[in-house]
């Protein structure tokens, strides 16, 4: 498990860390996937190595996350992917950790200097925010919420192939909450607008850290009360009823939405 304290000494060479060419994470080739590298081996190999960022401790020692250029990357020795490509391949607790480096290391670099007065900001509270000294501004990692929803009507289950996703799969309906809203309220009006039915009998599920970049994904369930699916063009390609037996490809067991599903499908065994 991570202690998510963040470090305040500097990483030293033999310090690990997650190294990121934008939102590609960098693992050895010959190694574990999404495993750390030591910060020495990586100063050695790569012509640059920037932004390193606290992350925490893992199994009590500090953890880093990096920016590295990967334009004369050893093939032989790295290789590099979308955290995408990592889910199902890694236990869901390392997905989380490696997703934690990746926003504290985008939260670091965006924020470098002040919204309000443009100043530069430095760590504060323990490298849990960003402050800004001449005008007192704090920010702390940028976390948005979105509510992800299984609707079902009896034994079917309403799932979406979002637009331009080139349909690998078919999910739960989701979307942000908007300021000043609940995450019912949410989940109405992201199945009103996504595919034009009304819901009620709305429950909470769980939650999931979602790095894609900043999200806290909210699950829910919810039945069906009413409407002929009408979907949103611009959100959604198709969305139909299915039931257990005629499922189309759906999204991995340790995704909130894939939790979602098997919940539901066990809920009729």
């Known amino acids: 498990m991570l202690n998510f304290t963040r470090p305040t000494s500097t990483a030293s060479a033999t310090d690990l860390v ?147 996703a080139n349909r690998r799969f078919y999910s739960c309906l989701a979307g942000f909450v908007e300021p000043g809203e609940t995450c019912e309220q949410a989940v109405q009006r992201e199945v009103m607008e996504e595919v034009g039915v009304e819901v009620d009998d709305i429950q909470y599920h769980g939650s999931q850290p979602w790095p894609f970049p900043g999200q806290l994904m909210l699950g829910f369930t919810a039945k069906w009360r009413s409407g002929d699916i009408n979907i949103d063009p611009e959100e959604i390609d198709e969305a139909i009823w299915c039931t257990a037996d005629n499922l189309p490809p759906v999204p991995p067991p340790f995704s909130i939405a894939g939790q979602l599903i098997n919940g539901f499908l066990k809920s009729l065994s």
Not at 29 to 35: E, Q, R
Not at 87 to 107: M, N, P, S
Request: hydrophobic share 40%; glycine share 10%.
């Open 18 to 164: 997650w190294p990121f060419q934008g939102r590609h994470l960098v693992s050895e080739l010959m190694g574990s996937p999404g495993a750390p590298i030591a910060l020495g081996q990586l100063m050695n190999d790569f012509p640059t190595v920037t932004d390193i960022t606290p992350v925490g401790f893992l199994n009590d020692k500090p953890v880093f996350a990096c920016s590295v250029e990967t334009a004369n990357m050893d093939v032989m020795k790295y290789t590099s992917g979308n955290l995408f490509a990592l889910i199902g391949r890694i236990a869901g607790e390392q997905f989380d950790v490696i997703g934690r480096a990746y926003q504290l290391l985008c939260w670091e670099r965006d924020h470098r200097h002040c919204g309000r007065c443009g100043k530069e900001t430095s760590l504060a509270d323990k490298g849990q925010s960003r402050a800004c000294e001449p005008c007192g501004l704090s920010v702390y990692p940028r976390l948005s919420p979105c509510v992800i929803v299984l609707v079902t009507r009896d034994e079917e289950l309403l799932l979406a192939a979002g637009a331009g």
